[in-house]
């Protein structure tokens, strides 16, 4: 008991050190006390892959813990290697350009007023394609049970938050059966093989907990406020103002859509060194072509050029903003 007690107080202080926003993982946290303590111990590697995710906004309040993902070293930046690169449980590939998705939906209205909701987290090709529906096998039917299943409740109130279907379409459980069935299971450091001791959709938690600490990351409806840019229904917008607006608050490029000329979505791309569960998403532009020196010529990248969701529909002048 001694040696929880102490693991208990290290994983207690690391809360208390990373940020204002991991309230939710000292939640977590307390329920290793050694008052709390199960009749069951959790595992050493339990543990230890819980203090990993203390580093980030983790939403993820797991009772049962799973096994863990690959340990990567000397790890690659997606989407930037010249030769193909065999490990894709710390490599993700094809899928190299990881693109976080959003919606500012008003008819229906959806979500906070004040805040965008997530769409997703797609994995496009560093060539300009995109896989979907990799693995018939994982087209799973019950999200909602495979998160209450590892005690993800914290996680699983988020997203019905934030992460919401439209009305007309259907529930948040179908939307978001979708958005992993389609995307998900494209991503390749998600595969089953990439685990540890896995446990049966272990990768669907990291998936949903991923893509909501990437939301919780890209507050577009605060990026937009700064720059005077606010929901109206009779004042409009120029494209380059949006867009310079969520440049500015990144240091690189987004991609913004409209509906009948009223702004619906936001697209955030990234590379990710390592794989999606424990590596480092860097935001990346869309609009940048890389020189490979070792053959002279231009090595066209999706990220890079643009070929991805790298044009808006929206019109240049009178982007409307409507309010929830």
């Given amino acids: ?13 690391r809360a208390l050190k990373a940020s204002s926003g991991l309230s939710s993982f000292a939640a977590t946290v307390q329920n290793y006390s050694v008052e709390n303590m199960p009749y ?23 009772g049962v813990l799973g ?64 896989g979907q529906y990799c693995d018939e096998s994982r087209q799973y039917t019950n ?32 939307f978001w059966e979708h958005e992993w069935g389609k995307h998900g299971t494209c991503i390749s450091t998600l595969d089953t093989k990439c685990y540890t001791n896995y446990t049966p959709q272990e990768e669907v938690v990291d998936f949903f907990n991923k893509t909501t600490q990437l939301f919780q990351t890209l507050d577009t409806y605060t990026y937009l406020s700064a720059a005077g840019i606010v929901p109206s229904s009779s004042k409009t917008y120029t494209l380059s103002a949006i867009n310079a607006a969520l440049e500015k608050a990144r240091g690189v490029s987004a991609v913004v859509q409209c509906s009948d000329g009223a702004l619906d979505e936001a697209w955030y791309y990234f590379d990710v060194k390592g794989s999606v569960q424990t590596g480092t998403f860097v935001p990346t532009n869309q609009g940048m072509c890389k020189l490979l020196p070792s053959a002279g010529i231009v090595l066209v990248y999706a990220d890079a050029c643009g070929i991805v969701g790298g044009s808006s529909s929206c019109p240049s002048t009178g982007v409307k903003y409507l309010p929830k």
């Fill in 67 to 130: 096994g863990a993902p690959e340990v990567c070293t000397n790890t690659q930046l997606s989407c930037h290697n010249t030769t193909a690169v065999a490990n894709t449980c710390c490599f993700n590939a094809p899928g190299g350009l990881l693109q976080q998705t959003q919606f500012w939906d008003t008819d229906p209205a959806t979500g906070p007023t004040n805040s965008w909701t997530i769409h997703g987290l797609w994995p496009n090709n560093c060539d300009g394609t995109y």
């Fill in 1 to 13: 008991m001694e040696i929880y007690q102490q693991l208990s107080d290290v994983l207690q202080d």
């Fill in 143 to 174: 999200i909602t049970a495979i998160l209450k299943s590892y005690g993800a409740t914290t996680l699983l109130n988020y997203m019905n938050k934030y992460w919401l279907n439209d009305p007309d379409d259907g529930t948040n459980e179908s």
């Fill in 40 to 62: 069951t111990l959790p595992s050493i590697r339990s543990i230890a892959k819980l203090a990993f995710g203390s580093a980030q906004l983790a939403l993820y309040n797991n």
